[in-house]
């Protein structure tokens, strides 16, 4: 069931994510709107437009989520093997994602401190 959400979720989000479906929208957007007058802009012809949308909103937050998920894992992934493969790279960055907001902000810490000694030796340097 997963495998099969998966695929769907990936082809919906490729669909909806091309040029076409955005002139689509559009489009239906601009014929609802040229309808108002035929329905003398009543609440329920307002009702189908926020219906729809709201509907479409809601279903398209999960696949897009599942996608940027996936994504995410991905990425992190080829991350964690270019770490692991390289020789003299820190491997406790390896799986970043599983430490606590604590643990990160120290890490984002340190790094600033390292990045700030190395603007320091450059400037030091081009004196």
Known sequence: MSELFHRFATRISILVGSAGSFVVAA???AAWGLTGPLFHFSDTWQLVINTTTTIITFLMVFLIQNTQNRDSRTVNLKLDELLRAVKG?????????????????ELRLEFHVLHEAECRKRKAGSR
């Open 89 to 105: 790279a820190r491997n406790r960055l390896v799986q970043l994602e599983t430490l606590t907001d604590v643990e990160l902000e």
């Open 27 to 29: 489009a239906l957007i």
